[in-house]
């Protein structure tokens, strides 16, 4: 099902973070939860909430004169496809090259460590 889901810009990504985690939410509340770090106009932000409608990641229900934006696209399916995509891209597909260079590349505390062998080990129980 996921693989229907079309690509959305890092910017798009910011405002449904935001709709994902509030939703319904008008746009007003939208312009004021992004990131001031953005220096994004109100004009942008709706142009932004009008791509997102037009690809169909989002839609809205009229609430009196405002709209409440909501996501047609569950937060996980899209993580789940943009991990896909990276993956594919960057290690063609092998998640073990990925793991493999993210353990080479970074230093990873005896605590990290830990972790990942519990995330591969609760990973095994699930087949």
Known sequence: M???????????????KIIWKNHPIKSNDIIQQIDQGHNWSEKTIKTMINRLLKKEVISYKKDGKSYLYYPLVE???????ENESFLKKVYNGSINVMFASFIKDMKLSD????????ILEEGNDDE
């Open 2 to 16: 996921h693989k229907n889901i079309p690509k959305i810009s890092d910017s798009e990504y910011e405002i449904m």
């Open 75 to 81: 937060e996980s399916n899209y993580r789940k496809l």
């Open 111 to 118: 605590k990290d460590i830990n972790e990942l062998k519990m």
